[in-house]
């Protein structure tokens, strides 16, 4: 389907059509598009940008990765429909290593999204032939590359499932998460939860990176500063901004539930 330009939720159609798109390609899974529409109803709630808190969590994010000594950027179906370009920027200007890493496993949505990434500029995409499993996870999320996110000491997990954030947390890693809920199992386990839709937060980072590069004085300074229950605080007193501002306006508006008379 052509999204024309002038609708008024122009963004947000084109980004249900990629996944569409990406799931006849066998890159997203049905349960991928489930998932989209609940960050869409969270992205909602939020105003469809970045807040503050995120922001600051972005910065901090950024200042981890570069201090890192083996970072490496999850990727999953959706994460490769929505924003392959991205990751690749992202992980060049780290850098990092990139690693598929899935729920729904299956050997050849693996090599798909390989292909997705390396098409976008990616080299070396780990994922295919993992060597290592996540200690305490049943799922297929457990398998991994020894040279990837098993030995990472950051790993940045997108559109994650508390499970594998906690696993991955218990291991004694930074984990980066990004998560337009602020409320999921992920967000309270990660260590520095973004709370974001994922292409902002991806092209936020990156930009972060490379103006952080040259300062390691102030890389050290955001991240030694950065408080997760603090900021993550800070985004559930944003989210109740958001609601407390809706209702006033719903009720100037005149929208308050009208009681009917009730004849006896
Ligand atoms: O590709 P696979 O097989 O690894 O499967 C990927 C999904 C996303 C299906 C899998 O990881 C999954 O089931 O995830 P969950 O547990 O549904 O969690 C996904 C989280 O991502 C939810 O909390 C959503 O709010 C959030 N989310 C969805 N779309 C976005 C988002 N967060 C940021 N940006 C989005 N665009």
Redesign the pocket.
């Known amino acids: 389907m052509r999204v024309p330009k002038s609708h008024p939720r122009y963004e947000s159609l084109v980004?249900r059509e990629k996944l569409v798109r990406a799931w006849r390609a066998g890159v997203?899974?049905p349960?991928?598009l489930?998932?989209?529409g609940?960050?869409?109803a969270?992205?909602y709630l939020l105003g469809e940008e970045t807040s503050a808190p995120a922001l600051v969590a972005e910065k901090a994010a950024a200042a981890a990765l570069l201090l890192a000594t083996h970072p490496v950027v999850s990727v999953?179906?959706?994460v490769a429909a929505?924003a392959a370009r991205d990751v690749v920027r992202l992980a060049r200007a780290v850098p990092a290593a990139i690693e598929v890493?899935?729920?729904?496993?299956t050997e050849g949505?693996v090599r798909t999204i390989v292909r997705t990434l390396e098409r976008s500029g990616a080299s070396h995409v780990l994922g295919p032939r993992p060597d290592a499993r996540i200690p305490g996870l049943e799922s297929k999320?457990a398998l991994c590359h020894r040279e990837g996110i098993y030995h990472a000491d950051v790993v940045l997990v997108?559109?994650?499932?508390?499970d594998r954030a906690e696993a991955l947390v218990k291991m004694g890693k930074t984990v980066i998460s990004?998560?337009?809920?602020p409320l999921?199992r992920?967000s309270r386990r990660a260590s520095i939860p973004i709370v974001?839709?994922?292409?902002r937060?991806l092209r936020n980072v990156e930009r972060f990176v490379r103006d952080l590069r040259g300062d390691p004085t102030e890389t050290t300074r955001i991240l030694r500063t950065y408080r997760k229950s603090g900021n993550l605080r800070a985004a559930h007193s944003f989210l109740e901004w958001r609601l407390e501002k809706f209702s006033k306006t719903r009720q100037s508006a005149g929208g308050r539930p009208r009681t009917r008379k009730v004849r006896r």
């Open positions: 980004r997203v899974v349960e991928g489930i998932a989209h609940r960050g869409e969270f992205d999953n179906g959706n929505l890493n899935l729920f729904h496993r949505r999320r997108p559109l994650e499932d508390g990004v998560d337009l809920n999921s992920t974001d839709d994922v292409t937060a």
